[in-house]
């Protein structure tokens, strides 16, 4: 129980710092194993009374540092290379990764050092987060329902409300490429941004507060494009499908009934009609996009976990839509016989569609029966 603790609170350090550290198109460092201190969220600024939020809102922006975030927010470029990352706590925690980066937004880090972190890998997609434990061979799983680039997109937001400032303050190579660089600011805490002139990726960032550097993430080489020779089989490393699954939410269950998560849904959830002998359902959520409206929200998800008491699995499902990627970035298809993490679109009988995520290890014939009980 102590290590689930702890998972979930380097998942949450993880999204707090999401939009104070990117990477192109998703995050360039979260606190992770090697992470350290994180800086208030910035979207508790709005809570400051309406006469300051206006004086706020008279700050003017920097046309010029708006468009170079901008262009960060969509860039969709593959790349690839090596990453340094410089942590402020404890005296300075150094790590090095290899990084790969696609044109939908999905991130795979390896950890390279420390030697107490080498063969970890991270990866990340737009709303889904799984941390692969080497010397434990355990893959953390996590996800929220979240649109591409969001918390950069939030980040923008807070500039044109005034919330934060933005400002270009030079320019310099990294890595061999022409990046310019963008300051955003609020009060007692900072960020600088290296957006590649080229293609828009972050190359480096830089967090700091009023005692000083926080962290520091910078790529020391990087390919982009064809030559970054990235494939969709990256983000899908074998290893970990001979890894213990460790899904990431609270331990304690947000509903008592699916009837009182229904209130706060925008779609009746599937349930199971047969499940595996001594399963029962044990945990019920509603994840929502934060600065959602309550009480219903459109892009709202469910998470039903079923259990015997020793083993478990997890079921997230949200409304889909014709066209729209699949929940998580995962492989739609026929079911995949010893996956622990599949997606299945289910098409409902008045020709709505579900997405809905399997996570867990039962056998093929009891994934096989629970699929075709869904209703």
């Given at each position: 129980?102590?290590?689930?603790?702890?998972?979930?609170?380097?998942?949450?350090?993880?999204?707090?710092?999401?939009?104070?550290?990117?990477?192109?198109?998703?995050?360039?460092?979260?606190?992770?194993?090697?992470?350290?201190?994180?800086?208030?969220?910035?979207?508790?600024?709005?809570?400051?009374?309406?006469?300051?939020?206006?004086?706020?809102?008279?700050?003017?922006?920097?046309?010029?540092?708006?468009?170079?975030?901008?262009?960060?927010?969509?860039?969709?470029?593959?790349?690839?290379?090596?990453?340094?990352?410089?942590?402020?706590?404890?005296?300075?925690?150094?790590?090095?990764?290899?990084?790969?980066?696609?044109?939908?937004?999905?991130?795979?880090?390896?950890?390279?050092?420390?030697?107490?972190?080498?063969?970890?890998?991270?990866?990340?997609?737009?709303?889904?987060?799984?941390?692969?434990?080497?010397?434990?061979?355990?893959?953390?799983?996590?996800?929220?329902?979240?649109?591409?680039?969001?918390?950069?997109?939030?980040?923008?937001?807070?500039?044109?409300?005034?919330?934060?400032?933005?400002?270009?303050?030079?320019?310099?190579?990294?890595?061999?490429?022409?990046?310019?660089?963008?300051?955003?600011?609020?009060?007692?805490?900072?960020?600088?941004?290296?957006?590649?002139?080229?293609?828009?990726?972050?190359?480096?960032?830089?967090?700091?507060?009023?005692?000083?550097?926080?962290?520091?993430?910078?790529?020391?080489?990087?390919?982009?494009?064809?030559?970054?020779?990235?494939?969709?089989?990256?983000?899908?490393?074998?290893?970990?499908?001979?890894?213990?699954?460790?899904?990431?939410?609270?331990p304690a269950s947000q509903y008592r009934t699916i009837e009182e998560a229904r209130e706060r849904l925008?779609?009746?959830?599937?349930?199971?009609?047969?499940?595996?002998?001594?399963?029962?359902?044990?945990?019920?959520?509603?994840?929502?996009?934060?600065?959602?409206?309550?009480?219903?929200?459109?892009?709202?998800?469910?998470?039903?976990?079923?259990?015997?008491?020793?083993?478990?699995?997890?079921?997230?499902?949200?409304?889909?839509?014709?066209?729209?990627?699949?929940?998580?970035?995962?492989?739609?298809?026929?079911?995949?016989?010893?996956?622990?993490?599949?997606?299945?679109?289910?098409?409902?009988?008045?020709?709505?569609?579900?997405?809905?995520?399997?996570?867990?290890?039962?056998?093929?014939?009891?994934?096989?029966?629970?699929?075709?009980?869904?209703?």
């Open positions: 129980m102590r290590e689930v603790f702890r998972s979930l609170n380097r998942f949450a350090t993880f999204r707090r710092m999401a939009i104070w550290a990117m990477i192109p198109g998703i995050v360039l460092e979260s606190s992770g194993p090697a992470g350290g201190q994180v800086p208030p969220r910035p979207g508790a600024m709005p809570g400051r009374p309406a006469f300051v939020r206006r004086l706020l809102g008279q700050r003017p922006r920097d046309p010029q540092a708006m468009a170079l975030l901008r262009r960060m927010v969509r860039a969709r470029v593959p790349f690839s290379g090596e990453q340094i990352t410089e942590v402020a706590e404890q005296g300075m925690q150094t790590s090095r990764m290899r990084v790969w980066g696609d044109a939908q937004g999905r991130v795979r880090r390896d950890y390279v050092e420390p030697d107490t972190l080498a063969g970890d890998i991270m990866l990340i997609a737009p709303n889904q987060y799984r941390y692969y434990h080497r010397q434990r061979n355990v893959v953390d799983i996590a996800l929220w329902p979240a649109p591409f680039a969001e918390r950069e997109r939030q980040m923008i937001r807070l500039i044109l409300q005034g919330v934060l400032t933005a400002r270009r303050v030079g320019e310099e190579f990294v890595a061999g490429r022409q990046a310019d660089i963008v300051l955003v600011s609020a009060p007692e805490r900072q960020m600088k941004f290296w957006i590649d002139r080229e293609t828009g990726l972050q190359l480096k960032n830089e967090i700091s507060n009023t005692s000083g550097l926080v962290s520091r993430s910078y790529m020391t080489r990087i390919q982009v494009g064809e030559e970054a020779g990235v494939s969709p089989a990256l983000f899908e490393p074998p290893v970990l499908r001979l890894a213990r699954v460790n899904p990431l939410f609270p925008p779609f009746t959830p599937l349930l199971p009609g047969v499940l595996p002998p001594g399963f029962q359902l044990t945990g019920v959520w509603v994840l929502e996009p934060e600065g959602t409206p309550a009480p219903v929200t459109p892009g709202a998800m469910v998470l039903l976990r079923y259990s015997d008491g020793v083993s478990s699995f997890s079921l997230y499902q949200r409304a889909a839509q014709r066209g729209r990627p699949p929940l998580a970035g995962a492989r739609v298809g026929p079911l995949m016989r010893r996956r622990v993490f599949q997606h299945w679109r289910v098409e409902r009988p008045d020709g709505s569609l579900l997405d809905v995520l399997y996570i867990g290890t039962l056998t093929p014939g009891q994934v096989d029966a629970l699929y075709r009980s869904l209703k």
